[in-house]
């Protein structure tokens, strides 16, 4: 037996088994039968099976080459058995004489000759063509059955009623329905039959039924009108009796289906003649036709449709009449068709009240009285229909939409909106912010759905929403043109500042460790309420990354909806370094952007716009590897060794753009960021080894193998350019157009003579005479220059801080989503203007720096600078008390740029003064600049406020005022009296003196606690200095506010409180009184030299600062320095001039509640002071009428027992005593307590004769008053403290009560008393005596 084959055997075994079964001649498993043909069988049923004509494989007598591919030979069809061919036959000619298709009748038409035939034009008609079909034409008449029933079924029940009821002649006539305009049969008179006869209701101008259809063309139009003629004939020939008898014998013998249709195509002819002919006749018959009302039909199963109307109710005026007829209109709901009316007028607002915002399909807003035309396609809602566009709420409605048209459209219209209202297009027009009423409908969750559609449409309408919501207009454009300012690449993380909740003091944190720590509840948050305070995080949380990378890789989207993703990825990227942590991190984004749009090779582009950007080199791709690699280094190393970026690098930068092979404007645009690309790499100090010919080189982070001497021949190729720049300055026009290119050589020219004084083993005389021949050949002739001075004049228009109003925040500014608002540009006389001087004169002071430090005998003619005009009444401006500008993120990012300039003149100033002497307005001038740009820098200058400190502020020559103190504290010291009278060491002259000799010592003070956070410190000097392998990355810190506290000078104290506050032992800190004689040193000669730095600190600061001087210790306040400092630091506050602003009944910076601090105060003082007078006064100051009575509340509550060591003298009160006693006391609590520590004896006047004078004034004032609106309680209160005081048993104490007139503070009481009362008085007292008398005696 044969095996079967088996897996794996090949061809040649297959033909094996075959010979093997054909040489032993067994009998087949399968018998093949052919089956006869379909109609009869087997055509030979006699033929034996085909058992032996098998089908044999052989491959020996195939040919080798395959058969020729030559026509066949043609086909017969095979005969059937039952009908043989004929042999003289063709079978083709017989398909073809029986084809019926339309090939065969279109290839015999024959044209009639219609060259004589007048051509028409067809006559306007108001009917459907087609004609529709009304089923009510073929159904009026027919009861109504009840039920549901299709309308199939109802027309077969009314069929199978008339067959099974065969009606008479008469009944038959009577219910079959009239035509439209007759009454029915019953109601016509014989007057009326001659009305109804055709030959009065027709003209018969032709027939209606008989056209000739069917007849040869020449007869037709014969043969129907010699028929139609005799039908004329005939019926002109009988009489009416007879036509209407003859009409019910065929109405009687006919099908009423047959006859229903012959009235309704005659009706459709007749309306269709009529209109016709009412067209082109106006006037006349056609009036009464338009104006003809039909009597319809009246049944009761079929009321009239104006039953159906409410009573009273208006008729809708529609377009079409509804009938019950039509398709489901069984019940016809009026209220459904009020869409089909004509649009209502609209109304005209006459009062202010609010309306719903409505937009274009351009996102333009539509005034509410504004009537446009529908063709616009604006109308097509349902509320306020009259009104022309869509509001927010119906575009939200449209994204839903089952229609991916509409979805993209609503989409394109909220993309429009957003950056009209971004761009400050809407004004006040609007009441609220569209993007907060868009982030709170949930409008970014939309757009992350709209992302996830299968629509390329939708998804590209969604992605230009998303570019829209999150990319300002104009912030990557002022980034870009100012990247090559001085520091232009550091930029601040767009992100909000309320996010980072971390203390102060964990600022030392390094970004990357802060980036990957989480706190749980942060990582378990949903994304909506992250997106709430942070739009980017919630987006960043919601799997974007993912879904924008495939749709780069996968989808491959069209140009603009890549570069809108490129633009999301770039804003993504400026959040902050977690933001572009993850950006770099997510699988495969970074290379499809790098492989996609960043090849090293490509077909050439074209002028004209491509259908793709893929394989195609793109500037936003190169843009975005450069915003990821200025958020840190580590980014830039990965992006440089782990994607070949080098080659990428190489091949856009050592190609010119002309031979890109791309558009002129791509090809630089791309060149641009390919070399602003290298520029960040190399301020970490990596990419170097793109500069040298070698390929060997490594781009670690190890420094760079370019040597000087391969660096040393650029500037005889940028010196030129300079000096070719420098002759556009007097031309206002040519200077802006140069743009940042003479910034740009000024700081080329600033860092290769930093460099090459760095070079150890050049000679130091070939750089100091190359700086000196620059010096006399470019720079000193530009100081002469009046264009030069004009630029200076113009810092105070541009400056940010003398002109807060070109800082304003956006229309459309949200904390939760930080953008520079500059959507709608800048003017040019701003600092970021195209006319603006700040770029140009940062980088020259810049350069002038370097010189002066190189060459110091160059400072003095470079200081020729700081003597301008404009510069001069630019720090006066900058000076004065104006107000500064509100921390916004752009407002952050121009005083920044400010600042850089103002440090750098102080720079080149305090150099100068090193070598010559400066005018005593100067050094002032300088000195006041210095400590209000220390007071306003911000995160990321920690550098520039720690050169701050030690060089302009506590330097000796900015202080002219100590060599000339003396009248000053001469005419401080005849005021003050707090100490001894005797002491010199209390007058301020002294003090300022030994303050100025203390200098060296004070500013180790304030660099000691004024230390900023000392990463930060390390990258900020990494960044100035130049140190390149030090610099952590590009992107500063945020910028929550200014570095330094508004009451910095103030800082040393608040630290030793805190320290003695929080230290367990209560052991005060090592050299506590140093610390606090240094910083009381340097407050009192800022309040006697520079009051315009302690402005930013209301003096109810100063006076609670003061005071924490006293709560550090129970010893400190009895140094005699420190005596001395805070009695002239109490006097300056209590200065005419300055007591009226002590307020300590609004908030304070930097304390959270003054009385709680003041009752702290009150427990040390009796614990204690032991009745030092300055810790006295300070008591007594708060305690002025015009303050809060919790105040006295507390003392005189509270703290009695304080009362006995508040020892002051009136005469070393550092206030007027008429500032306790007036206005007299209205609280009747405190007045209670007054009257009780008197009586008590807790109060007196020979321990506590301040106190005593303002309580005895006051009681005395209470007790005498007869104020008719008093309450009754008050009332009794009074009459019962003067009963009480006419029978105290102290006279003393009764004579003062009673007898009290003014205060004095030069008398021993402190107040003047009557020799004896008033009359009214006199009598007011004995009426109430006289009472107490009377009273008395009834008792007894």
Not at 274 to 284: C, L, N, V
Not at 793 to 799: A, E, K, V
Not at 1221 to 1244: I, K, M, S
Not at 1298 to 1319: D, I, R, V
Request: glycine share 6%.
């Amino acid at each position: 037996m044969l095996s079967r084959p088996k897996p794996g055997e090949s061809e040649v075994d297959l033909l094996r088994f075959q010979s093997q079964f054909l040489a032993a001649g067994a009998a087949p498993a399968v018998q093949l039968v052919k089956k006869g043909s379909r109609s009869g069988g087997d055509a030979n049923p006699d033929r034996p099976p085909l058992q032996d004509h098998r089908d044999v494989v052989m491959l020996d007598n195939l040919p080798d080459l395959p058969p020729a591919l030559v026509p066949a030979p043609p086909k017969r069809a095979r005969p059937s058995p039952g009908h043989p061919l004929p042999e003289h036959e063709d079978p083709e000619e017989r398909l073809n004489r029986h084809d019926k298709h339309i090939t065969a009748v279109l290839t015999k038409i024959i044209e009639r000759d219609t060259s004589s035939v007048a051509v028409n034009l067809p006559v306007p008609s108001g009917v459907a063509f087609p004609p529709v079909f009304h089923r009510s034409q073929g159904r009026q008449g027919k009861p109504a059955t009840s039920g549901k029933k299709s309308i199939f079924a109802q027309e077969i029940a009314a069929r199978r009623a008339s067959e099974a009821k065969v009606p008479p002649v008469g009944a038959v006539a009577s219910t079959l329905d009239p035509p439209e305009g007759a009454a029915t049969y019953e109601a016509i008179t014989p007057r009326e039959q001659g009305s109804q006869l055709p030959w009065n209701s027709y003209s018969f101008q032709g027939p209606h039924l008989v056209t000739g259809k069917g007849l040869k063309s020449q007869e037709a139009e014969q043969e129907a009108q010699t028929i139609h003629e005799e039908n004329v004939a005939r019926l002109q020939a009988m009489a009416p009796e007879e036509i209407l008898q003859e009409q019910q014998r065929l109405l009687a013998q006919l099908d009423p289906s047959l006859v229903a249709f012959l009235r309704s195509h005659s009706r459709t002819c007749e309306q269709a003649e009529e209109k016709a002919t009412g067209e082109q006749r106006p006037g006349g018959r056609s009036a009464e036709v338009i104006g003809e009302e039909p009597i319809m039909p009246t049944s009761s199963s079929e009321p009239r449709q104006e039953d159906e109307l409410e009573p009273g109710a208006p008729a809708l005026a529609l377009p079409v009449t509804p009938q019950k007829e039509w398709l489901h209109m069984d019940t016809v709901e009026l209220e459904k068709l009020h869409w089909t009316q004509d649009l209502p007028p609209l109304r005209r607002q006459q009062t202010q009240e609010r309306m719903q915002a409505r937009f274009s399909l351009q996102g333009e807003l539509l005034a509410p009285s504004v009537d446009l035309p529908t063709h616009l396609g604006l109308h097509h809602h349902g509320e306020e229909a009259e009104r022309a566009g869509y509001s927010l709420q119906e575009l939200f409605h449209l994204t839903r939409s089952q229609v991916s048209q509409q979805r993209a459209l609503a989409l394109h219209v909220l993309a429009q909106v957003i950056g009209r209202a971004q761009a400050g297009e809407f004004g006040d027009r609007l009441v609220g912010s569209v993007l907060r009423l868009l982030l709170d409908a949930g409008f970014l969750f939309l757009l992350r759905f709209s992302l996830d559609d299968r629509v390329d449409g939708v998804i590209a309408a969604a992605v230009r929403a998303l570019r829209a919501l999150l990319v300002a207009p104009g912030d990557e454009e002022l980034l870009d043109s100012t990247f090559s300012w001085y520091h232009g690449a550091l930029v601040f993380p767009l992100m909000p500042s309320q996010e980072d909740k971390e203390g102060e003091d964990e600022d030392e944190e390094p970004l990357a460790e802060k980036a990957k720590r989480k706190s749980p509840e942060e990582g378990n948050r949903p994304p909506s309420d992250v997106a709430r305070h942070d739009v980017i995080k919630g987006l960043l949380a919601t799997n974007l990354l993912p879904r924008l990378r495939y749709l780069l890789e996968v989808t491959c989207p069209g140009p603009s909806a890549v570069l809108d993703i490129l633009a999301v990825l770039i804003r993504l990227a400026r959040h902050s370094l977690e933001s572009a942590t993850r950006v770099l991190e997510c699988p495969r984004l970074i290379e499809t952007v790098i492989q996609e749009f960043l090849p090293t090779s490509w077909s050439p582009m074209g002028v004209r716009p491509t259908l793709s950007l893929h394989r195609v080199p793109c500037a936003p791709a190169m843009k975005l590897l450069r915003v990821l690699a200025s958020a840190g280094r580590n980014i830039a190393a990965r992006l440089l060794s782990g994607f070949d970026l080098r080659s990428r690098l190489c091949r856009f930068i050592a190609e010119a753009p002309q031979d890109l092979a791309l558009p002129p404007e791509e090809a630089e645009t791309l060149s641009t960021e390919a070399f602003r690309l290298w520029a960040v790499a190399a301020s970490y100090g990596q990419g170097g080894d793109l500069y040298s010919d070698s390929a060997e080189a490594s781009l670690s982070s190890t420094p760079s193998s370019i040597t000087w001497t391969q660096v040393s021949g650029l500037q005889p190729l940028v010196e030129p350019c300079l000096r070719q720049t420098l002759k556009l300055l007097p031309r206002p026009e040519m200077w802006s157009a140069l743009g940042p290119v003479p910034t740009a050589c000024l700081l080329f020219l600033d860092a290769y003579y930093q460099a090459w004084s760095q070079q150890p083993g050049l000679c130091p005389g070939d750089w100091l005479q190359d700086t000196e021949r620059l010096s006399e050949e470019l720079l000193l002739p530009l100081l002469s220059q009046p264009a030069l001075g004009r630029l200076w004049h113009s810092l105070g228009c541009c400056s940010p801080h003398c002109n807060p109003q070109s800082c304003a925040p956006a229309p459309e500014a949200l904390p939760s989503l930080v953008s520079l608002g500059c959507a709608g540009g800048h003017p040019p006389l701003s600092l970021a203007g195209s006319a603006s001087p700040f770029p140009f004169l940062t980088a020259l002071l810049s350069l002038f720096n370097t010189l002066g430090w190189i060459h110091k005998g160059l400072c003095g003619q470079l200081a020729a600078v700081l003597g301008a005009p404009g510069l001069q009444n630019y720090f006066l401006q900058c000076v004065a008390p104006v107000s500064a500008p509100h921390l916004t993120p752009f407002s952050a990012w121009a005083l920044r740029h400010e600042y850089h300039l103002q440090h750098l003149a102080l720079a080149l100033a305090q150099r100068v003064a090193t070598i010559q002497p400066v005018s005593a307005t100067s050094a002032a001038l300088y000195h006041s600049m210095a400590l209000a740009l220390l007071s306003r820098l911000l995160p990321g200058s920690e550098h520039l406020a720690h050169e701050l400190l030690l060089s302009c502020v506590f330097r000796l020559e900015f202080l002219p005022e100590g060599a000339a103190g003396g009248p000053e504290a001469a005419d401080f010291s005849d005021r003050l009296s707090l100490g001894s009278g005797g002491d010199l060491g209390c007058e301020r002259g002294t003090l300022l003196a030994q303050a100025c000799q203390d200098l060296p010592s004070i500013r180790s003070c304030y660099l000691t606690h004024c230390s900023l956070a000392r990463a930060s410190l390390l990258a900020s000097q990494a960044l100035h200095r130049g140190e390149l392998q030090q610099v952590p990355a590009l992107l500063l810190p945020v910028a929550k506010g200014p570095l330094l506290p508004t009451d910095w000078p103030f800082l040393p104290l608040i630290q030793l409180y805190h320290r003695a506050s929080d230290s367990p032992s209560g052991l005060p800190p090592a050299d506590t009184v140093g610390t606090a004689m240094r910083a009381l040193q340097w407050v009192l000669v800022l309040e006697s030299w520079r009051p315009q730095a302690l402005r930013a600190v209301p003096p109810a600061a100063r006076l609670a600062r003061l005071m924490c001087v006293f709560l550090v210790d129970s010893e400190l306040f009895r140094e005699t320095p420190i005596q001395h400092l805070v009695a002239a630091l109490l006097a300056r506050l209590c200065q005419p001039e300055v007591l009226p602003n002590l307020n300590l009944d609004c908030p304070l910076p930097g304390l959270t509640s003054f009385p709680d601090l003041y009752a702290n105060f009150l427990e040390h003082f009796e614990a204690v002071s032991f009745g030092d007078h300055l810790f006295g006064a300070l008591v007594l100051l708060p305690l002025q009428r015009r303050f809060s009575v919790t105040l006295r509340l507390a003392l005189f509550g509270e703290h009695v027992g304080a009362l006995r060591a508040l020892g002051l003298p009136l005469t070393q009160l550092p206030v007027s005593l008429e500032s306790y006693t007036a206005p007299p006391e209205d609280n009747l609590a405190l007045l209670q307590l007054y009257f009780r520590a008197l009586v008590t004896g807790a109060l007196q006047s020979r321990w506590c004769p301040v106190l005593y004078a303002v309580a005895v004034a006051h009681v005395n004032s209470f007790i005498f008053c007869q104020d008719p609106k008093s309450s009754d309680e008050v009332k009794a209160a009074r009459r019962s403290m003067l009963q009480k005081t006419w029978l105290l048993a102290d006279k003393g104490l009764r004579q003062h009560l009673l007898h009290y007139k003014l205060p004095n503070s030069a008398l021993p009481e402190g107040f003047e008393l009557y020799p004896q009362l008033p009359p009214l008085r006199q009598q007011y007292l004995q009426k109430l005596i006289s009472g107490v008398l009377q009273n008395g005696v009834s008792e007894t």
